[in-house]
């Protein structure tokens, strides 16, 4: 098995060896994956033999994109288990898929939606717009940080009377997962319709839209293998039928006269303007490199490197793990603060002395931390091309950042208290911070890169 992953490992051209003689520990994932080089080619092909219009011209160039661009839904149809590829609209991302679903429905005064307390920004600022835009009164759920759902809390909330339950598949922030079909059969139960944001899902387990009978999902192609600036978003035909286009033009319609015009047919009437082709194109060709790797394999292979991650700092009496305690229900993230030490620090000196990358911040869950007045912390995700190396050098990392850093006062800690409210992003620290003394002197095994201090987002 191992020497099916260290294949697979070297189709991704970001990890090849650098100038230091050292191979990348991307543990980023769950922000943005790499990409493999059959996705590279596949881009590369639609500008060197075939760079036509979609849906236009008739000339082979045209003809042949038209074909892929249309096999490329129905590879991501399959992928979803989505009833028909007719319900697979292209978008930009995950972002633009839920204001889609958000910005379309025919909203009333009054109506409302559900989110969780642990939504990305994405699935939690737009309803936020809609309250004084529309009306709209928007609910939150809490969640128990065991990661354990509680369906009585989900039916109390949906008693009140929900136009539409919109909640992460997987968390980007702890990497636990909501049950699907037991949310949706609730949710339908009270006449609401449901939207998942699956990006930190899709790209490691199994989805099943059509069993779930999920009305919307919203995945972004830059976390599965894909280029950046492409996602899908899924419905259900007859749900996405109910949505008013965001954008209108061409493409988007049948015909038009000089006072009116007719939408085109799901999903066509929501890609407006010539398309990302070489983004859609390579997006697929990932997916089906992710189906070739195989979807339960891929969770298997995430869940064995975060178990042994786990099992190696569990015993750091100074690391606070975030989530579940289980490593089987968070496969691929571990989300981690060290006391007495700022995580953007900790992300650098795991970066500049281990070579070894991983998110630090708030993960764009900013309401999460406000509520808990916690300062952020530090994320490792993986995926298929991590590796068990990989994941030794960010325990060692750890270990030694915790060593050259004395404990420190009790009521201090790397998830330190934040005013609640807005503030400006924190800067990535490089000299100066309350800890940057952990990096006077070179890690142990490098020499260090000195690099100079540069703007980081807590989001």
């Known amino acids: 098995m191992t020497e099916k992953w260290d294949a697979i490992r070297a189709r991704f051209p970001a990890l090849r060896p650098r100038d230091d003689g050292r191979t990348p520990a991307y543990l980023d994932s769950a922000c943005m994956s790499l990409v493999p080089q059959e996705v590279l080619d596949a881009m590369e092909e639609y500008y060197t033999d075939y760079p036509g219009c979609a849906g236009r011209s008739l000339h082979r160039f045209a003809e042949e994109v038209s074909h892929r661009f249309e ?64 009306g709209v009164r928007l609910d939150i759920l809490r969640l128990r940080d065991d ?65 779930d009978g999920v009305d919307f999902y919203a995945i972004s192609a830059h976390k599965m293998l894909g280029p950046t600036g492409t996602g899908v978003l899924a419905g259900r035909p007859e749900a996405l039928q109910q949505l008013r286009p965001l954008v209108a033009g061409g493409e988007t319609v049948e015909w038009s006269t000089l006072t009116e015009h007719v939408l085109r047919p799901v999903p066509h009437r929501f890609e407006a303007g010539l398309q990302n082709y070489a983004g859609v194109l390579g997006a697929a060709v990932g997916v089906q490199f992710l189906q070739s790797a195989g979807l339960e394999e891929i969770e298997a292979h995430d869940r064995a490197i975060n178990a042994h991650v786990t099992r190696e700092l569990e015993g750091e009496p100074r690391l606070r793990r975030l989530g579940p305690a289980d490593p089987a229900a968070r496969p691929s993230v571990f989300a981690f603060a060290l006391r007495g030490i700022d995580p953007h620090d900790a992300a650098l000196f795991l970066d500049e002395g281990h070579g070894v990358m991983v998110r630090s911040g708030r993960h764009c869950v900013h309401s999460w931390y406000a509520e808990r007045e916690l300062d952020g912390n530090v994320r490792a995700s993986f995926y298929l091309y991590t590796n068990m190396a990989d994941a030794d050098r960010l325990i060692a990392g750890v270990r030694e950042l915790l060593e050259r850093m004395p404990d420190a006062p009790t009521g201090t800690s790397a998830a330190k208290p934040a005013p609640v409210g807005p503030r400006a992003p924190s800067r990535r620290r490089a000299a100066g911070s309350s800890t940057a003394a952990a990096r006077s002197a070179p890690p142990r095994g490098t020499k260090g890169r000195g690099r100079a201090g540069s703007a980081a987002r807590s989001g």
């Open 71 to 134: 096999a490329a839904r129905d590879t991501f149809a399959k992928y979803l288990e989505a009833s028909s590829p007719k319900g697979i609209v292209f978008v930009r991302n995950s972002t633009e898929a839920i204001n889609v679903v958000g910005q379309g429905l025919r909203w009333k005064k009054g109506d409302r939606v559900l989110v969780s307390d642990q939504e990305h920004n994405s699935n939690l600022v737009l309803w936020q717009r809609l309250g004084p835009e529309r």
């Open 147 to 211: 990661g354990t759902f509680d369906g009585d809390a989900l039916e109390t909330a949906l008693a009140r009377g929900v136009r539409l339950v919109s909640l992460f598949h997987t968390s980007n922030l702890d990497g636990r997962s909501l049950p699907v079909r037991e949310i949706t059969e609730r949710a339908h139960d009270h006449g609401a319709l449901v939207l998942f944001d699956g990006c930190q899902a899709a790209p490691h387990r199994q989805v099943h839209l059509d069993r």
